[in-house]
């Protein structure tokens, strides 16, 4: 049993004001694997002071400075690694290679910023006037707990390189995770208080950060409601926000597309990080005229998309994050049975021979219609749904028919003619046949997937205030 009993302000571990214990889990067994000790407002509330009085030092620090700490950042959770990925499996029941992926992704993340800075310009010339990027002060951080270690890290990377300061609340379910990225940045030497995380409930320390009028900015990802809440506590100072939340994305498998590939394509974009990704490609939108075809073609390509233990090197979905996840999953399923949609495979309940962990059949609905809940909420699990289109243009229609608008993807032949269908599609990202993902790009959401953009200079500028200067 783990039991972490400290959070970290200032520079260092300490023992929180608040009191309440809070179960972690192992999701491929369901057994209680250890607690965390929650901080509370009081706990909150120190932390966005030490970053205050962290901030007036750290803003003017140079550039050299902090491309030297990003690295030492990046270094310090290169040597937990493996700790990193143990913890990544144990607690949140992520397959192997995606836990490899996301302790990667975390480090990378510091990598990337510290490569960025090289060649941005803090200072620039407009007409008379002298322009400078200033950074924004203290940052309020939250998080959720699909991929912990990674929004830690691209949004602490960002707060570095902009030199800012911050306060970081990750998910509570993530704590075993938090604890092992909190020693390792604490090894890098980052000066007291310029990172500050408080590990505790989200309308508790959560709520306190996002109304906090010493916070200059929220930076969040998680859910569309609770991003909501968020922008609207954060109105009352005008705090700057980047918002990333949920998601419903389209795959447009367009008439031409070659089905060996675009099988695999919608079965890896629909069930990455085991269905419980944002961007997670959750309505296939498939031809009439091929339907049939496609649906034989995931029939047989869906076992070799096994669910089960996370251990298991050849597992590509693993267990729902808790019992919560593994219930709406369900009720999701049965709403879609309900609905009338074609069970094509999967359906309610454990796969067979699976454990006593939050297991789920990876599920595909046939025949789904856009208006169906299936088709118009974020399941945020293993559960797609195929959605037949009689023209090209009702597929775009279709596509852009959803509240969402995060990512969207694209299987075609002709790629001129997939790039133009792509440039049609309301979303943030729109991949195209399996092409791999550029990190420096520009990522977040239209419409109610979000406000703001992460990711590269468009990420970096989310943290900087533009001043002006003439004479
Ligand atoms: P969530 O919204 O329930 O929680 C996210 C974080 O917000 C947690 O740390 C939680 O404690 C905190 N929180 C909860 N209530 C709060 C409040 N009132 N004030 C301040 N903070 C509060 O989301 P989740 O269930 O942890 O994560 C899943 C959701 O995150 C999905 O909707 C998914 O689409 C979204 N997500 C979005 C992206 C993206 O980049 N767009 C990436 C990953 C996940």
Not at 17 to 41: K, S
Request: proline content about 4%.
């Amino acid at each position: 049993m783990t039991l972490i009993d400290q959070i970290y302000i200032d520079g260092a571990f300490v023992t929180p004001h608040g009191a309440e214990l809070f179960d972690l889990h192992n999701p491929a067994t369901a057994q209680v694997i250890g607690q965390v000790r929650l901080a509370d407002e009081v706990d909150a509330r120190n932390a966005i002071a030490a970053a205050k009085r962290a901030f007036a030092s750290f803003s003017r620090s140079t550039k050299a400075e902090r491309i030297a700490l990003l690295h030492r950042l990046a270094d310090a959770l290169e040597v937990r690694r493996a700790d990193l990925i143990e913890a990544v499996i144990e607690e949140y029941g992520a397959p192997m290679s995606r836990s490899a992926w996301m302790a990667d992704y975390a480090l990378g993340a510091f990598r990337m910023a510290a490569q960025m800075l090289e060649t941005y310009d803090f200072k620039r010339e407009i007409g008379t006037a002298r322009v400078t990027m200033e950074p924004l002060g203290v940052v309020g951080i939250i998080t959720p707990w699909n991929a912990n270690a990674g929004f830690i890290a691209g949004k602490l990377a960002m707060v570095i390189a902009s030199g800012s300061t911050c306060v970081i609340k990750p998910s509570e379910m993530s704590a075993i995770q938090t604890q092992i990225v909190t020693e390792a940045l604490h090894e890098a030497g980052v000066p007291a208080g310029v990172f500050n995380i408080v590990t505790g409930r989200g309308d508790v320390v959560g709520a306190e950060i996002a109304a906090h009028r010493d916070v200059a900015k929220l930076s969040f990802t998680g859910s569309t409601a609770t991003g909501r809440a968020i922008l609207r506590a954060g109105a009352e100072s005008f705090k700057r926000v980047t918002l990333e939340l949920g998601g419903k994305s389209p795959m447009v498998v367009l008439e031409d597309a070659d089905f060996a590939q675009a099988i695999p394509f919608a079965l890896n974009a629909g069930f990455l990080n085991s269905g419980q990704a944002c961007i997670a490609g959750s309505r296939i939108l498939v031809p009439t005229s091929r339907l049939a075809a496609f649906e034989a073609g995931i029939r047989d390509a869906i076992t070799s998309f096994p669910s089960g233990d996370p251990r298991d090197p050849t597992t590509v979905i693993g267990p729902m994050v808790s019992a919560r996840q593994w219930e709406r999953v369900q009720s999701y399923i049965a709403k879609g049975l309900e609905e009338g949609a074609r069970l094509l495979s999967g359906g309610e309940g454990r796969p067979e021979g699976a454990a006593d962990g939050w297991f789920v059949k990876p599920t595909i609905f046939t025949d789904v219609r856009n208006d169906m809940t299936i088709a118009r909420e974020e399941i945020f699990g293993p559960v797609l749904a195929i959605i037949p289109y009689d023209s090209e243009e009702q597929a775009i229609a279709l596509a852009n028919d959803t509240d969402y608008g995060l990512h969207a993807y694209v299987a075609g032949r002709d790629e001129t003619r997939a790039r133009a269908v792509a440039d049609q599609l309301v979303a943030g990202r729109v991949i195209i046949n399996a092409a791999p993902m550029e990190m420096s790009a520009p990522f977040g959401g239209f419409k109610q997937s979000g406000i703001g953009r992460e990711g590269g200079t468009f990420g970096l500028e989310a943290f900087l205030e533009p001043k002006a200067v003439m004479g």
